[in-house]
């Protein structure tokens, strides 16, 4: 599978963002997609999930700010990012888990490329 993520780019302080993450292939679903960022020099952390049943979760550092949703017909999860501020400088990373093919053929998990946030004014 191929997850191809896109929306990244330089915004001023306060400005929003809306990043997409499409998996190709075909797909019979997709248990779990989410988003990490890792800034320069630190760790890749967890910023937003959702299940396909539609439960979502969001770390407190973003959390009234940053919005996951994700359209399962597509195969695709978006990552809505407003009131951004410079410390959510990072590139962003797309992840799938349970990637289903049949109901006997699956993948565990995928990683997408990655794309650039960069929040300076």
């Known amino acids: 599978v191929q997850l191809q993520a896109s929306g990244g780019g330089l915004v001023q302080p306060g400005g929003s963002l809306r990043l997409s993450c499409e998996a190709s292939g075909n797909i019979l679903r997709i248990n779990y997609m989410a988003w990490y960022r890792q800034a320069p020099g630190k760790q890749r952390d967890l910023v937003a999930s959702?299940?396909?049943?539609?439960?979502?979760n969001v770390a407190d550092s973003v959390k009234g700010r940053f919005t996951i949703s994700r359209d399962n017909a597509k195969n695709t999860v978006y990552l809505q990012m407003n009131s951004l501020k410079p410390e959510d400088t990072a590139v962003y990373y797309c992840k799938a888990e349970g990637i289903y093919y049949t109901e006997s053929y699956w993948l565990p998990s995928s990683w997408g490329q990655g794309t650039l946030v960069t929040v300076s004014s």
């Open positions: 959702s299940t396909i049943a539609g439960g979502t």
